[in-house]
């Protein structure tokens, strides 16, 4: 027969394990559906209003431009608010090809912008 004290520290015991059961298959879950641990220090953005989450999960979405279903991925969403410093509140639009075509369009029309200026003060 157990005491009371004895119930109480098998019961403790009993959960401690089965929390870190569930802690292993949270991590392996992380892992399995490409979760990466976000790095809270490196997050530079003058907006934080809210609590940063704990890991990037993979974020589907769909192109602005061309309408195709896309994949942001946890190690993409990482490289551009850790390394790149991006905002925390912006989210991927364009899949690549069309963020090569509009970076091309903006290039070509701040050319011509210049160009005219440049004709205009010869003037």
């Not at 220090?41 to 993979?58: A, G, M, Q, T």
């Amino acid at each position: 027969m157990l005491s009371n004290k004895q119930k109480r520290q098998k019961l403790r015991e009993q959960r401690k394990r089965k929390a870190e059961k569930r802690a292993r298959v949270q991590q392996a879950n992380r892992l399995k559906f490409n979760h990466l641990p976000v790095d809270k220090e490196k997050i530079v953005s003058s907006s934080l209003l809210f609590d940063l989450p704990d890991y990037y999960e993979d974020y589907p979405f769909t192109c602005r431009d061309c309408g195709s279903r896309q994949l942001w991925t946890a190690k993409q969403q990482k490289w551009w608010y850790e390394v790149v410093g991006g905002d925390w509140e912006s989210v991927a639009i364009r899949c690549r090809s069309c963020r090569v075509r509009e970076r091309l369009r903006k290039d070509k029309a701040r050319k011509e912008h210049l160009e005219g200026i440049a004709k205009k003060n010869l003037k």
